[in-house]
């Protein structure tokens, strides 16, 4: 069974106060690792696909890196407008189109 | 496109009654899927189709639980009888497959509460 894990479960930071969010996967055969942001009341909200160990990939102060086991996002600089809760998830290449979720991580950028 | 639309967007109901859930995918995805979000499990996949055909419905939690997709347009989710436990954000969701990577596409969910 697919499982994703991630810390920490909330982290608060400063405005311009970088830092790392964390995500830890058992998968059998990844097809697929994606990151979402979701903002309270709302659905989350598609940010980056990884598909191999090595990748990376950047949108703004975001960026998300991947290895054989884990996934990180670093967030560079970050301001309020980030304060958000991060989910990681997987795809893979057993549960055909099933994405196994991690709990999140809720992040607060302080002004 | 105005991306995946879920109603209600809240519904209150008193245990014992049933809850109908509504969706309509992202027009011309082919994969539809239905999640459950609460704090204690985080967002867990309750079933999802392909084609309007049910492909994995193995996190049903009950019999209680049921799904249709009558059309490419739109999905049902009921619960009956409902239970305090089932309250929950519910989100529906839609893919393509072989378009944008598998990217699913949320809508902006419906927050059940069971009394």
């Known amino acids: 069974e697919d499982q994703v894990t991630q810390s920490p479960e909330a982290l608060r930071l400063q405005e311009g106060e970088s830092s790392s969010l964390n995500c830890s996967y058992t998968v059998s055969g990844l097809r697929g690792l994606f990151w979402y942001r979701q903002d309270p009341g709302k659905g989350p909200e598609f940010l980056f696909t990884l598909y191999s160990a090595g990748e990376e990939k950047e949108k703004e102060r975001l960026k998300a890196t991947l290895t054989k086991k884990e996934s990180f996002l670093h967030i560079t600089a970050p301001k309020p407008e980030d304060s958000a809760t991060y989910l990681c998830a997987v795809q893979g290449t057993g549960g055909y189109q099933k994405v196994t979720f991690g709990t999140g991580t809720k992040l607060q950028v302080i002004p | ?115």
């Open chain 2, 1 to 115: 496109d105005a991306g995946v639309i879920q109603s209600p967007r809240h519904e209150v109901t008193e245990m014992g009654q049933e809850v109908t859930l509504r969706c309509k995918p992202i027009s011309g995805h082919d994969y539809l899927f239905w999640y459950r979000q609460t704090m204690m499990r985080g967002l867990e996949l309750l079933i999802y189709f392909n084609n309007n055909v049910p492909i994995d419905d193995s996190g049903m939690p009950e019999d209680r639980f049921s799904a249709k997709m009558p059309n490419a347009s739109f999905s049902t989710l009921k619960i009956q009888p409902s239970e305090p436990r089932d309250s929950a954000v519910y989100f529906c969701a839609s893919s393509l497959v072989g378009g944008a990577k598998n990217i699913q596409y949320f809508g902006a969910g419906t927050r059940l509460s069971v009394l």
